[in-house]
């Protein structure tokens, strides 16, 4: 099990009824600056506030390292699930990121998909990767 560094920075975004709270945390253990490598976990929540159940199908990840190399990462749901939030439910979730810098940023959205079968982005925050006692910043 890892420790997680623990912060209070949390970062929260709304669409259609789709709220998405993110909180990041450094993965002190994960990581080996000596080899440019900082590991982050983020831990993300997503409540469905509306009227419609709505399917997770995709996710679109933009991840920006602090000397703007950009990786974008597409794929099917989360975390091998593609969960189904009926009005009310809400789906939690942790996954990491590996950076050669000790700091960046994430940005993306879901594509998720109603019962009538129209599709629509609920967007994730923008988020900071920072090293705890730094200055959080998104750009």
Known sequence: MSKASDTKNHYESVTNSIRVVVQPSYLEDQSAPHASRWVWAYSIEIFNEGQETVQLRARHWTITDAMGKVETVDGPGVVGEQPI???????????GCPLATPS?????????????GSVFE??????????PNARASLN
């Open 104 to 116: 960046g940023f994430m940005v993306g959205h879901y594509e998720m998909v109603r019962d009538d």
């Open 122 to 131: 609920a967007a994730i925050p923008a988020f900071s990767l920072d090293l």
């Open 85 to 95: 939030l009926n009005p009310g439910d809400e789906f939690h979730y942790t996954s």
